[in-house]
């Protein structure tokens, strides 16, 4: 398979690091905005406006959500299949829609909205929704760095640098364990922290209202703004662990109850998340492969397209 990278910012560093281990694929280049000499990647670097030169079997786009995908994802499945991680939980079926129009018209196929979270953790909730019909699920992030999040924060003008941490509160997840989580709000189970590095004549009240009221990624939680100087951003908020929860509680009859947990611990969220578009795309190029066309998400791919391996080795080693 040939993989192209499109945008190289940690997202699409990691697709490169998780490429580089894979037998089935090839890393054709980095597509990117900027000047490609400047890029230090370790596959070559083209501008993005020569991707339609190239052949390529699977893009997966490395931009952000905020603003990025919603328009990148419609565009770039007009030249070859894609997969991309468009995060902004609300506006999926409308981003799903473009993609579709787009990827139908041009008889290529995508699959949108990949990652862990959405993503595996869809898969897990599905799962969970279809083995304990009488239950409810919840989600817990964190303690760790929210790519969306960051990536918001950093597209509100006067913003430099900026990290977000997704905090979960013990207390809401030790009421849902015990079935008792009805009715806890984003604002019950979850913090956000966020440290920003604002440019010098920037009015920091702005920017802090801007974060706390943005749609979609905070309006609904507790969200603290905290603004440092670029030596503090270094020394402090550079890693980017990450990780979580879901958590199907249900009844297979009335007073027995049952909990599927499924969990992450990362010490990298974007290596981890690249990790799962690589094989993401292999997935979807086998369904290309097999005749589909148009949008697909995680929940369209049969999971043993996800592996290199055979039907046969499947049911023998796993
Ligand atoms: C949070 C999660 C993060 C999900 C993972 C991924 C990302 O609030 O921390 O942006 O890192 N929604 N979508």
């Known amino acids: 398979m040939k993989i192209a990278i499109v945008g190289y910012g940690n997202l699409g560093r990691g697709v490169e690091t998780a490429l580089l281990q894979q037998s089935d694929m090839e890393a054709v280049g980095v597509f990117t905005r900027r000047d490609p000499a400047t890029l230090d990647s370790r596959i070559p670097a083209y501008a993005l406006a020569d991707l339609p030169h190239h052949e390529i079997d699977v893009a997966i786009l490395c931009g952000g959500s905020a603003t990025d995908l919603i328009e990148q994802s419609p565009d770039i499945v007009r030249h070859c299949n894609i997969v991309d991680s468009f995060d902004t939980h609300a506006r999926i079926p409308e981003h799903f829609a473009a993609v579709d129009a787009a990827a139908r018209e041009t008889d290529h196929a995508a699959l949108i909205s990949t990652g862990w979270d959405p993503g595996l953790f869809s898969l897990m909730r599905v799962l969970g929704a279809a083995v304990l019909p009488d239950g409810t699920v919840d989600t817990f992030w964190g303690k760790g760095v929210s790519q969306g999040h960051s990536d918001a924060v950093r597209r509100i003008p006067g913003v430099v640098k900026a990290v977000q941490y997704t905090i979960p509160k013990e207390s809401a997840v030790a009421q849902v364990e015990r079935g008792e989580g009805a009715g806890l709000t984003p604002r019950d189970k979850h913090l956000r922290e966020c440290y920003v590095v604002a440019a010098a004549d920037a009015d920091r009240e702005a920017i802090r209202q801007a974060i706390v009221s943005m749609p979609n990624y905070f309006d609904e939680y507790d969200t603290q703004v905290n603004f440092i100087d670029e030596a503090e ?86």
């Not at 270094?234 to 990450?242: D, L, R, S, V, W």
């Not at 947990?261 to 086998?286: D, I, M, Q, W």
């Not at 589909?292 to 796993?318: H, Q, V």
Request: hydrophobic share 35%.
């Open 233 to 318: 951003f270094k020394a402090k908020h550079t890693a980017m662990p990450h990780g979580g929860q879901v958590i199907r509680h249900g009844y297979t009859s009335p007073d027995t109850p049952q909990v599927m947990n499924f969990s992450l611990t990362l010490a990298s969220n974007p290596e981890f998340t690249a990790s799962v578009n690589v094989a993401c795309a292999r997935g979807l190029y086998r369904a290309y492969q097999e005749g589909k066309r148009g949008c697909m998400t995680i929940f369209d791919l049969p999971i043993s397209y996800l592996t290199g391996l055979s039907a046969e080795e499947l049911r023998k080693n796993w």
